[in-house]
């Protein structure tokens, strides 16, 4: 029931008299403003002058709902080398060890696929690894990791028909065409992620944004810096659809700096 | 039936024990730290004396803004990841509906404060948890302690706010953050009402507590301009 504002203020007013009116003579009715000099409680017409309250600059909306809390994806970054183990515990067996940085000298992130407790109470965190074979993956202390960060964009590149698909929330929001790995250089398969991004370098050949993902050629594993798969533009557009590259995945300049501001560092990548 | 905590919650931020150091300095103005360095460009409300009157207006308005929206990034921040990654729904009926509702009370939050700050409003900083959303005991202690600190926080600033209209918007605030550090008091088993008044704390106090939980970190670089040496 909504009422006038004249018939909720005189009623207010009332309220507040008879409690002013309790209060004197609770009180004693001394000097504490509920009372005037002579003792009576303050009649009901001088707290109708009272100010309406101040109408506030701001309303927040309605709570925000968490929703959709599988379509993110998290990543960290790793603040120290570290050993990473098959199972959670010191004394399991080493599967890799992770560096604090990349061959590009960005902070090494891996992804964040779950988390557990060891037989000691201490917090392991299972993460995907950039190293070879494609796929590894271990567990971490903790501690070896700073902030979680998320995405809710995922990329797909279909070897098969030379597209890249960039999915935010479940739906298709970027495609392209894309060159992919010779026969005898193949672009590896699997789940992977974007781990950093360069830009602004003096080098045509990699157009002008190319991601970093934890990807490795299975086939030229002594290339420099670890031969790491790459996903960036092209000085040779007029090959593109196609299997032209040594591993990397490259898109139409224009396609990847489409790319650059869709897909955020830590995006997870399948490649199929 | 809640047990008796003599002492506030907060304490268990406090590591260090700094907070007795800056509850002591009250008045003062802070120390270029987690704020500070926070506000860095969109007005340092760490550089405004306390008790100046010649340093009220709007740009002090939109610092204790930004002030307040680093802090509900920070809580908003805390709720979301402990909710995303399972933690919350592992912690029973009752918790569970306790936590995704502040979550979603805090987020609110930010939202309005970047829309009224607008180009102002200070880029969400990036936080390192520790382990804390990982852990449901943990995160209900220290959501506890954060829900307290925020309303220290916001009992504090709020009369600093010199637009009577966003003053007005900021007791409505804090209203709700004394709800949310109740219940979540209540949830935790702490006795709801700590005290009979709430002691306002120096920005030099909140500043010094949030930096011993050390939940604010760098951003992690992830961007370089080497050239790449990816396989091609």
Request: net charge positive.
């Amino acid at each position: 029931m909504r009422m006038s504002a004249g018939p909720l203020r005189r009623t207010v007013a009332a309220v507040v008299g008879g409690v002013l009116a309790a209060a004197g003579l609770l009180a004693g009715c001394g000097g504490d403003g509920s009372s005037d000099s002579r003792g009576a409680p303050r009649p009901a017409a001088e707290v109708e002058t009272l100010p309406e309250p101040v109408t506030p600059a701001f309303v927040p909306g309605a709570p925000e709902l968490l929703a959709d809390v599988e379509s993110l994806a998290w990543w960290s970054p790793v603040e120290r080398p570290v050993v990473a183990r098959a199972a959670p515990g010191a004394d399991a067996r080493a599967v890799a060890r992770l560096e604090a940085r990349t061959p590009e000298g960005t902070r090494n992130i891996v992804a964040v696929l779950g988390r557990r407790r060891d037989g000691k109470g201490a917090l392991w965190v299972r993460v995907r690894l950039p190293v070879l074979p494609n796929g590894t993956v271990g567990w971490v202390p903790r501690e070896t990791l700073g902030g979680y960060g998320s995405v809710r964009t995922r990329l797909v590149v279909d070897l098969e028909r030379l597209t890249a698909t960039l999915y935010r929330d479940g739906r298709a929001v970027f495609g392209a065409d894309v060159g992919v790995g010779q026969p005898a250089n193949p672009t590896p398969t699997g789940e992977f992620y974007v781990r950093n991004k360069l830009r602004r370098y003096a080098n045509a050949f990699y157009g002008p944004v190319a991601f970093g993902t934890s990807a490795r050629s299975p086939t030229l594993t002594d290339w420099p810096a670890g031969g790491f798969v790459g996903i960036h533009g092209t000085n040779r557009p007029e090959l593109l659809p196609g299997r032209v590259s040594h591993g990397c995945i490259r898109l139409r300049n224009d396609d990847i700096l489409r790319l650059e501001r869709l897909m955020p560092v830590g995006t997870p990548v399948t490649i199929r | 039936m809640p047990t008796e905590h003599p002492t506030p919650i907060i304490a268990e931020l406090d590591r260090d024990g700094a907070i007795e150091e800056a509850l002591a300095a009250a008045g003062g103005t802070t120390r270029r730290g987690f704020l500070a360095a926070a506000l860095a460009g969109a007005g340092a409300l760490a550089g405004f004396p306390e008790t100046a009157d010649a340093a009220r207006g709007p740009k002090r308005d939109t610092a204790i803004l930004n002030y307040a929206l680093v802090f509900e990034y920070l809580q908003a921040g805390f709720y979301t990841e402990a909710e995303s990654i399972g933690t919350i729904r592992a912690m029973g009926a009752e918790r569970e509906t306790w936590a995704r509702t502040l979550g979603a009370h805090e987020r609110a939050h930010v939202t309005i404060l970047k829309d009224v700050l607008g180009r102002k409003a200070v880029a969400r900083p990036f936080f390192d948890y520790r382990g804390v959303t990982e852990d449901g005991d943990a995160f209900t202690r220290t959501a506890v302690a954060m829900e307290d600190l925020t309303v220290a926080l916001l009992a504090g600033q709020a009369p600093r706010v010199s637009d009577r209209s966003l003053r007005a918007a900021f007791f409505s605030l804090l209203t709700v953050e004394a709800r949310h550090a109740a219940w979540a008091r209540r949830i935790t088993g702490f006795r709801p009402v700590a005290a009979a008044f709430d002691e306002p704390k120096t920005l030099a106090a909140v500043d010094r507590v949030v930096r011993s939980t050390r939940f604010l970190v760098s951003r992690p670089s992830r961007e370089s301009r080497r050239s790449p040496r990816f396989t091609g």
